[in-house]
């Protein structure tokens, strides 16, 4: 089974920057990014990206390079990513929002990284890095005596604009590399088929090291609207949903999460600037339509969502799915509808072959949006790029891991992971990346994470340990994990147990623990 995605003409070198230069040029006087009260035009983002670009070209970090990029969200970092892709290198993005300890685990699986621009308030986070740390305000006078335009560098469609770290099967986080057809591919489409335009203007709401976040700070830019962007570390749902009603903001991505938050936030509050958005473009979880319908069928609401899937492999966003035309009584699960242009869907058996119309498959993605692999990786990761014959011609495609089938309407429905890897508010998570930072600690001798279900069906993450010593305490544990783990990892419980239960097969038994939740939540609930 195959869903094909429209055909659509890219320019002969799509590439991302560019987009951004033809509306410097068409507009220089437009504001491009609004931060702390400050805000750039386009002409002042594009002089501040062009020196820096030419900072590193006189280092030599030109075509190829990595960049790291660890800043709080500020203009400095939209000039530091607008710079790298100028050079012809691709950013990495180190989200100050993770612990330090997790940050230097990233660090190391970065190769040939050419240096990483950081601020005072995020450079102690990355001083165990081999390469130069910069700050571009104190380089700020020498910036100045450069030439205000851009480095001649022929970038092409094959080259590595950014690569974002996921986590991989084998429990160590992979970086992933996109290229910039991919993304050109991803923010045309998005421009052309939903009529983005200069007033499209956006807020970013998710973390920096999110995929999701890469096409958030730059589809703005790339159609020529304004980039609102939050004085603020970590997501903060009062001061996003403030900046909501004094900006004319007219989009926003996030993950299905932080939509629920917001409208929480909306609902609590009586209010009415999420309902005036043009766009809402969500996922990267199992969406709870339930936690939307009463918002979404509020009188007045102009609001379109727009359910979307895709993985950070493959340039964030495969597939799209306005939710208006959703029916709850026609699926269990809500679709993430068609491909975007250039790319299409392959629901495939164990053998690569096309299942049939109506069975489910392991989802497949081939065209542009495919990315350049691992960074640095050998193992089996790599295999889930690979080739499939189509129509006689080889295409290069990513095997998602994800199962699905297409509905009769021709819409996509994502039915779970085929492996382990899970996706808890947003973030694709490997539970071996969270059992072996538990190993890690003092007192614990094996630890088990799964993933449960609250009342009102959210996904939560709950840990099994088998203390070496005394029982161990969740506020210690967490507190523990909260130095090495990214706060969306470390789980929402910890259980003590004797031992870890098996399978026949001698693997972890997560359905066992699924079952020993069950009933202790069963057990409160008779003792309430």
């Known amino acids: 089974m195959i869903l094909q995605g429209k055909r659509v003409a890219l320019p002969p070198a799509p590439v991302v920057h560019k987009q951004f230069e033809a509306n410097v040029a068409a507009a220089p006087d437009a504001v491009a990014v609004v931060w702390a009260g400050r805000q750039v035009t386009y002409a002042e983002l594009d002089v501040r990206a062009n020196r820096f670009a030419r900072f590193l070209a006189a280092r030599g970090h030109g075509r190829g390079a990595k960049v790291g990029v660890c800043l709080d969200y500020s203009i400095d970092l939209l000039v530091a990513i607008l710079g790298t892709?100028?050079?012809?290198?691709?950013?990495?993005?180190?989200?100050?929002?993770?612990?330090?300890?997790?940050?230097?685990?990233?660090?190391?699986?970065?190769?040939?990284?050419?240096?990483?621009?950081?601020?005072?308030?995020?450079?102690?986070?990355?001083?165990?890095?081999?390469?130069?740390?910069?700050?571009?305000?104190?380089?700020?006078?020498?910036?100045?005596?450069?030439?205000?335009?851009?480095?001649?560098?022929?970038?092409?469609?094959?080259?590595?604009?950014?690569?974002v770290f996921t986590s991989g099967s084998t429990g160590t986080p992979k970086l992933t590399a996109v290229r910039h057809e991919g993304w050109f591919n991803l923010m045309n489409w998005l421009t052309l088929e939903y009529g983005l335009h200069s007033?499209?203007?956006?807020?970013?709401?998710?973390?920096?090291?999110?995929?999701?976040?890469?096409?958030?700070?730059?589809?703005?830019?790339?159609?020529?609207?304004?980039?609102?962007?939050?004085?603020?570390?970590?997501?903060?749902?009062?001061?996003?949903?403030r900046l909501l009603k004094e900006h004319d903001i007219r989009v926003v991505h996030c993950a299905s999460s932080t939509l629920?938050?917001?409208?929480?936030?909306?609902?609590?509050?009586?209010?009415?600037?999420?309902?005036?958005?043009?766009?809402?473009?969500?996922g990267g979880e199992a969406l709870k339509v339930e936690r939307l319908t009463n918002w979404a069928r509020r009188e007045g609401n102009t609001c379109t969502l727009l359910h979307q899937y895709g993985v950070a492999e493959c340039t964030d966003v495969a597939t799209s799915y306005d939710l208006a035309g959703y029916r709850p009584g026609e699926h269990e699960v809500a679709p993430v509808g068609r491909p975007a242009y250039n790319t299409d869907i392959h629901l495939l058996?164990?053998?690569?072959?096309?299942?049939?119309?109506?069975?489910?498959?392991?989802?497949?993605?081939?065209?542009?949006?495919?990315?350049?692999?691992?960074?640095?990786?050998?193992?089996?990761?790599?295999?889930?790029?690979?080739?499939?014959?189509?129509?006689?011609?080889?295409?290069?495609?990513?095997?998602?891991?994800?199962?699905?089938?297409?509905?009769?309407?021709?819409?996509l429905i994502v039915a779970g992971r085929m492996?382990?890897?899970?996706?808890?508010?947003?973030?694709?998570?490997?539970?071996?990346?969270?059992?072996?930072?538990?190993?890690?600690?003092?007192?614990?001798?094996?630890?088990?994470?799964?993933?449960?279900?609250?009342?009102?069906?959210?996904?939560?993450?709950?840990?099994?340990?088998?203390?070496?010593?005394?029982?161990?305490?969740?506020?210690?544990?967490?507190?523990?994990?909260?130095?090495?783990?990214?706060?969306?990892?470390?789980?929402?419980?910890?259980m003590n147990i004797l031992r870890i239960p098996l399978s026949p097969h001698g693997k972890v038994d997560r359905a066992a623990l699924v079952e020993t939740c069950r009933k202790q939540d069963a057990e409160i609930g008779t003792a309430a």
Request: negative net charge; hydrophobic residues 40%; proline residues 5%.
């Open 85 to 163: 892709l100028k050079a012809g290198a691709a950013y990495v993005p180190f989200d100050p929002a993770y612990p330090a300890q997790r940050l230097q685990l990233l660090l190391g699986q970065v190769p040939d990284l050419a240096l990483i621009v950081a601020s005072p308030a995020t450079a102690g986070m990355v001083e165990s890095a081999s390469v130069d740390v910069i700050d571009l305000e104190q380089l700020s006078d020498e910036l100045a005596a450069l030439p205000a335009s851009a480095p001649e560098v022929a970038v092409t469609g094959d080259d590595v604009c950014y690569a």
């Open 349 to 411: 058996d164990e053998d690569l072959r096309e299942v049939g119309a109506g069975e489910s498959g392991e989802i497949c993605i081939s065209g542009a949006s495919v990315g350049a692999g691992y960074l640095g990786g050998s193992g089996p990761e790599n295999a889930k790029f690979t080739t499939l014959v189509v129509d006689g011609e080889p295409r290069r495609l990513y095997r998602t891991g994800d199962r699905g089938h297409v509905s009769e309407a021709g819409e």
């Open 419 to 494: 492996d382990a890897q899970v996706k808890v508010r947003g973030m694709r998570i490997d539970p071996t990346d969270i059992e072996r930072a538990l190993g890690r600690l003092s007192g614990v001798r094996e630890a088990a994470v799964v993933v449960t279900y609250t009342d009102a069906g959210e996904a939560e993450l709950t840990a099994f340990v088998v203390p070496s010593g005394n029982d161990l305490t969740e506020d210690d544990l967490r507190t523990r994990l909260l130095r090495t783990l990214p706060r969306n990892m470390v789980p929402a419980r910890f």
């Open 260 to 282: 629920y938050l917001l409208i929480d936030w909306e609902t609590a509050r009586g209010g009415d600037a999420l309902t005036k958005l043009d766009y809402v473009l969500f």
């Open 199 to 241: 007033g499209s203007n956006n807020l970013v709401v998710s973390a920096f090291g999110f995929d999701l976040s890469q096409r958030a700070l730059m589809t703005p830019l790339f159609c020529g609207a304004t980039q609102h962007l939050l004085a603020s570390r970590n997501f903060d749902a009062m001061m996003a949903y």
